[in-house]
Nanobody, 123 residues
């Protein structure tokens, strides 16, 4: 059974940093794209960052320059380093993985999802 388990969320003041982790189990995602999405109350789930299996990364314009996605293939883990956080970054953050090597910015393109971790940024 494939599982993605996020951790690292919490409450932080504006300008602060958090590092989210997502540990995958049940299969290896070494040859798969993985990504991070977020969903704020009353809003649709939106793309944050993604990493192709070859390590090429893509970011939403709203987080570019502040967030960094990285992977440790040996541990089947993906991270999201979030710096210079803003109140607008407040959301539940989800880790996702695809069966494909190619990536996509669309949530529907991902086959596996974690339960999410809450990130709250106070002003």
């Amino acid at each position: 059974q494939v599982q993605l388990a996020e951790s690292g969320g919490g409450l932080v003041q504006a300008g602060g940093s958090l590092r989210l982790s997502c540990a995958a189990s049940g299969r290896t995602f070494r040859s798969s794209a993985m990504g991070w999405f977020r969903q704020a109350p009353g809003k649709e789930r939106e793309f944050v960052a993604t990493s192709r299996s070859d390590g090429v990364t893509y970011y939403a314009e709203s987080v570019k320059g502040r967030f960094t996605i990285s992977r440790v293939y040996a541990n089947n883990t993906v991270y999201l380093q979030m710096n210079s956080l803003k109140p607008g970054d407040t959301a539940v953050y989800y880790c996702a993985a695809r069966s494909s090597m190619a990536t996509t910015l669309r949530p529907i393109g991902y086959d596996y999802w974690g339960q999410g971790t809450q990130v709250t940024v106070s002003s």
